[in-house]
């Protein structure tokens, strides 16, 4: 697709309609993909690659896309990358970088983020997550990960209350089954008789006691409970089980 000959191509697959759109924000990036969107799916057409802000990738098929990894930047180009080039001119800087792209939404243009009540522009466009879970609501990045975080604080908090008021603080650890894992964290009661370490592990919770002063063995003390047990842990099949099992730990 050519982007010099005034007509032949249609405005939404030109630079030149790039370019417009982004002097309009993201409803001007909203309105081109509608466009690409209709001419790929309902009309057929074969449109042009298109990267845009060095993150949005607009396809042959009418598609927005997101680049995931391998974002272009001054190294690719050897100069700051333009904010809209083609497929063409991506391969001809010549860069073994591998871009991988996936299935993404231009964030609203009215809406706000819940968690920290401001919105979105073409500079911020990247920091972007929709969260089909929560009632189709956006969020940027970060504050998505901060939501889910406070969830996981209240579940536990709760949970550490309903077991024994001897716990006497909770702290955030790196989940322990997936690592660094930030939007699952795992935690540590501190209790009485030592801290004790909970979390999610798959479809069941996590307890081990092997840093407290608990000399209780779980394969015994759980051994008619058909879980998995160690010598200082144990698995619990439900929230019920696993407030069950911390006090019998506790007591």
């Known amino acids: 697709m050519s982007d010099t000959a005034p007509f032949p191509d ?8 790039f370019e417009k759109a982004l002097k309009q924000g993201l409803g001007g990036l909203h309105e081109i993909a509608d466009a690409r969107r209709a001419a790929g799916y309902d009309r057929g057409e074969r ?3 298109w990267c845009v802000c060095t993150y949005f990738v607009f396809d042959e098929c ?28 991506w391969k001809a800087t010549g860069s073994t970088k591998s871009m991988t792209t996936t299935f993404g939404r231009i ?15 073409i500079q911020n466009a990247h920091n972007y997550h929709f969260d089909s879970y929560d009632d189709n609501r956006s969020y940027h990045k970060n504050c998505w990960k901060l939501k889910i975080i406070e969830g996981h604080q209240k579940f536990w908090r709760e949970l550490a209350a309903d077991v024994s ?15 660094d894992s930030r939007n699952d964290p795992w935690f540590i009661f501190e209790t ?6 909970v979390g999610r592990r798959k479809s069941v919770y996590s307890v081990s ?6 000399q ?34 506790l007591e």
Request: hydrophobic share 30%; aromatic share 12%; proline share 8%.
């Open 107 to 121: 964030p609203p243009v009215v809406e706000t983020c819940p968690q920290c009540l401001e919105g979105w522009d």
């Open 216 to 249: 209780k063995d779980g394969k015994e003390l759980f051994k008619a409970e058909g879980v998995t047990t160690d010598r200082n842990l144990v698995h619990a099949w439900s929230r019920d089980k696993l407030v069950e099992y911390l006090k019998k730990l």
């Open 209 to 214: 006691w092997r840093h407290s002063e608990i």
């Open 62 to 89: 009418g598609n927005t896309q997101i680049i995931t990894e391998g974002r272009p930047d001054y190294d690719t180009f050897q100069k700051y990358p333009p904010r809209v080039f083609s497929r063409d001119e």
């Open 47 to 49: 449109l042009g690659w």
């Open 192 to 197: 009485a008789k030592g801290p004790i370490t």
């Open 165 to 179: 008021s001897d716990i006497v603080e909770i702290r955030a650890i790196p989940n322990g089954y997936m690592g």
């Open 10 to 17: 249609p405005w939404y697959d030109t630079r030149r309609g």
